[in-house]
């Protein structure tokens, strides 16, 4: 069975699988509970969201995203002039959105802004006060990447949103209980039709949870298991793989036999917490099972206090534990391609080797046709490339530290800022790198 994923994976529309069936696009970086892995089951259940993206309607999300790539799309809006591409308007005065859900709406109807501005679009958002902040705008919470930033925009709804997907933009722009109206919000074209070949690689990404769909791939890489192998990074100090217990895509008796193989002794489980990792079957008789385990049970909400607090608690971990060390979430791509990135950028590793690491996870797990990996173009390798760059951006610049020249600054030192932000101490930073020397 093939699903099709909307957000590298990540999320929720109808999609059909090779067999014909209608399954739902399942959630990457989801909790084990919400996949089947049954070839006899004809859908797959949604993962389960954040309560902000579970606020939106699905159904006009999946409808109206499907206009960036169709004909019907308006081109005479792309024939103003770029200075009048902008709208000027207020943050709507609703406390139970932002400090509940986290949403940051606007007093725009989204037919408005859709007569100067497209679906696709990058636009700068700023909030005098508060943040600037470069977006692209979307129907769907699954037209992005899990973690990333966007502007949700519903054709028929009387206003327009600032999201991040699974996590709450309200905090990331630094909307505090102390917050007075009204808020001023301008926002104006950064590149028209930027987003576009993100949306249609997004769109063309599909796994299996077979290993027969991957010939040309080894156990290994179909576990989405390796040595992390960067500048800096000590020779078998630290691995990343898929889930060594969740059976939900097929891969975890394959890590888990390779973390054995490895010696790995203190795991980093970013999805799971204690008492449901123990539920899973073949639990107790794991390699897992017997050795050390942080359980983090954070969702891919890079620049929000429970990732930061969760990523700063499993850091520390690490120091107080003997390694080989490995992390994990579901896929072992997006919280784990977020956490090895950081890790990576600590010990010394270049943007380029960030990028190329990143990517290799998705390269092992698409895209399936017919029943058989084919391998990811150039073009959708730097498109997926792109995704590490932003997200790291992103939740850098929420603690003050700008690598937004990610090519050539320092991003050593620029890691080292960000986790001091977070609360390690210098003295733990120092320690940690030492484990992983």
Do not use: W
């Not at 995203?65 to 770029?82: F, N, R, T």
């Not at 969760?310 to 784990?336: A, F, N, Q, S, W």
Request: glycine share 6%; proline share 3%.
């Amino acid at each position: 069975m093939i699903f099709f994923l909307a957000a590298c994976g990540d999320d929720a529309s109808s999609s059909t699988s090779a067999e014909g069936e209608s399954s739902a696009v399942v959630d990457e970086e989801s909790s084990s509970s919400s996949v089947t892995s049954s070839k006899k089951t004809s859908s797959s259940s949604v993962a389960k969201e954040n309560s902000s993206e579970t606020e939106s309607s699905s159904s006009e999300n999946v409808s109206s995203s499907s206009l960036v790539l169709s004909s019907s799309v308006d081109s005479s809006k792309y024939l103003l002039p770029e200075d009048s591409l902008y709208f000027s308007t207020t943050v709507v005065e609703d406390t139970l959105e932002i400090f509940t859900f986290g949403s940051v709406i606007f007093n725009i109807a989204a037919d408005s802004f859709l007569t100067k501005f497209d679906y696709g679009d990058f636009v700068t958002v700023m909030i005098p006060g508060y943040d600037t902040i470069e977006v692209p705008v979307v129907a769907s919470f699954s037209d992005v990447f899990p973690g990333e930033f966007f502007l949700y925009v519903s054709s028929g709804l009387n206003y327009i949103k600032l999201e991040a997907r699974y996590g709450q933009m309200a905090e990331i722009v630094g909307f505090g209980r102390d917050i007075t109206f009204p808020i001023d919000v301008t926002i104006r074209i950064q590149k028209r039709g930027g987003y576009i070949d993100h949306l249609k690689n997004l769109r063309s990404l599909s796994i299996s949870y077979y290993v027969e769909a991957y010939p040309d791939l080894s156990i290994e890489d179909f576990a989405n298991f390796r040595m992390v192998k960067t500048t800096g990074m000590g020779e078998g100090a630290l691995y990343r793989s898929s889930n060594p217990l969740d059976p939900s895509i097929g891969r975890n008796k394959y890590a888990d036999s390779l973390s054995r193989v490895a010696g790995v002794k203190t795991f980093l489980n970013l999805t799971d917490n204690e008492a449901n990792a123990e539920l899973y079957n073949g639990y107790a008789e794991s390699y897992y099972a017997s050795q050390n385990v942080v359980y983090l049970d954070v969702q891919p909400a890079f620049a929000n206090s429970p990732f930061k607090i969760g990523l700063v608690k499993g850091l520390r971990y690490m120091i107080e534990h003997e390694g080989p060390y490995l992390v994990h979430c579901t896929y072992g791509m997006d919280r784990t391609g977020y956490t090895i990135a950081v890790l990576e950028a600590l010990m010394g590793a270049t943007a380029e080797e960030i990028k190329a690491d990143y990517v290799k996870t998705h390269q092992n797990f698409f895209t399936v046709i017919k029943d058989y990996q084919v391998a990811l173009t150039s073009t959708q390798v730097e498109l997926i490339q792109a995704v590490i760059v932003r997200l790291m951006q992103n939740a850098y610049k929420v603690e003050g530290v700008d690598i937004s020249d990610f090519e050539n600054v320092d991003l050593a030192a620029a890691t080292e800022s960000y986790l001091l932000s977070l609360g390690l101490e210098s003295s733990e930073i120092e320690a940690l790198k030492n484990r992983l020397r």
